[in-house]
């Protein structure tokens, strides 16, 4: 929440107001944040034949499309103010430093747990804001959900009950990013 009231400070006459941070977030740390969220805007990249990288050890992903989720090494979290209102999410980064896949928060998010994940990291630093390369192929509106099993951390992701604010924001998102959201 960086910058949320910034559009009433008159900025469509300047260029957007952008914030960035790099804070580390293995995969099983990522698994255990992203429910807190509630409802996200989860964009993945095309799948591959044979997967990139080492896969992470005690991790366990109910979809296909969370694949990506298991190379976070760091997180990209930027905040901007832009023509369409304010905008935060985050780039799920590769040990590259590669954008893997991109998280966005909504308007129904629970932006305290968002600011806690933030505040619970012993290594953020402070970034330019600009984006990482990344281009989506899928879109996903959705509540993460974790577990326990036998000592691994399963991740899974349900379609969620949202408000038409969530899908209105949804939209223009999908649209700025040049992927489609399927009917819901």
């Given amino acids: 929440m960086f910058g949320?009231?910034?559009?009433?400070?008159?900025?469509?006459?300047?260029?957007?107001?952008?914030?960035?941070?790099?804070?580390?977030?293995?995969?099983?740390?990522?698994a255990r944040w992203l429910p807190q969220l509630g409802g996200v805007l989860y964009?993945?990249?095309?799948?591959?034949?044979?997967?990139?990288?080492?896969?992470?050890?005690?991790?366990?992903?109910?979809?296909?499309?969370l694949a990506p989720l298991q190379r976070s090494r760091r997180l990209h979290v930027v905040s901007a103010v832009t023509p369409d209102g304010p905008r935060e999410w985050a780039d799920v980064l590769d040990a590259r430093g590669r954008a893997c896949a991109r998280i966005y928060l909504l308007p129904g998010t629970d932006y305290c747990a968002w600011d806690a994940m933030l505040c619970s990291a012993a290594d953020c630093v402070a970034v330019a804001a600009a984006r990482p390369v990344f281009m989506a192929a899928t879109a996903r509106l959705g509540r993460f959900r974790h577990r326990r099993l036998a000592g691994l951390d399963v991740l899974g992701v349900e379609d969620c009950a949202s408000c038409r604010l969530d899908w209105?924001?949804?939209?223009?998102?999908?649209?700025?990013?040049?992927?489609?959201?399927?009917?819901?």
């Fill in 43 to 65: 964009l993945a990249p095309r799948q591959r034949d044979k997967p990139e990288g080492q896969q992470a050890a005690g991790l366990l992903l109910e979809q296909a499309d």
């Fill in 4 to 30: 949320r009231f910034a559009l009433l400070s008159g900025c469509g006459r300047r260029s957007p107001a952008a914030h960035g941070y790099v804070l580390a977030m293995p995969p099983r740390a990522l």
């Fill in 168 to 184: 209105r924001v949804a939209g223009e998102i999908v649209r700025h990013e040049a992927v489609a959201l399927p009917a819901g």
